[in-house]
């Protein structure tokens, strides 16, 4: 009488199949908390790209006036002495949900950089600080 060989089965064992979706699980746990924080940091950088974009529109707009003679003339030069004025600068104004915090010069000297805060309407606490220029007077 001939005897027949068993086959192998293939395939993983239950012990394996644990190892590794205990493995899967430890590098979920330790990846996870950096995706959680990624809504702060989108604000973070939208709100400083708004400030970098408000800042580039002063140093526009005094040279604009520089040019000018600091008279104040449309598409060349806008009278400046208050952060409030800021949308003014920006081609389509201020975007949707933002704010400049208005704070006047504390100089009327043509010239002089004064700081401005810009933050989201809705969230006090996520700001940014730019330099705006005193212009046009």
Do not use: W
């Not at 975007?95 to 933050?119: D, H, I, L």
Request: proline share 2%; hydrophobic share 45%; with cysteine.
């Amino acid at each position: 009488m001939k005897r027949i060989a068993p086959t192998a089965q293939a395939g993983f064992t239950i012990i394996e199949l644990i190892v590794v979706i205990v493995i899967l699980g430890i590098l979920a746990a330790t990846a996870l908390p950096k995706f959680v924080d990624l809504s702060s940091d989108a604000k973070t950088a939208a709100i400083q790209g708004v400030a970098g974009a408000a800042a580039s529109a002063h140093t526009l707009n005094y040279s604009g006036c520089v040019v000018t003679n600091h008279t104040v003339t449309a598409n060349k030069c806008v009278k400046v002495d208050n952060c409030s004025q800021t949308a003014s600068l920006l081609q389509g104004g201020l975007p949707t949900g933002y704010e400049v915090v208005a704070a006047a010069a504390g100089s009327t000297v043509k010239g002089t950089a004064f700081s401005c805060t810009v933050r989201l309407t809705a969230e006090t606490t996520v700001n940014a600080t730019f330099n705006a220029i005193v212009a046009g007077n």
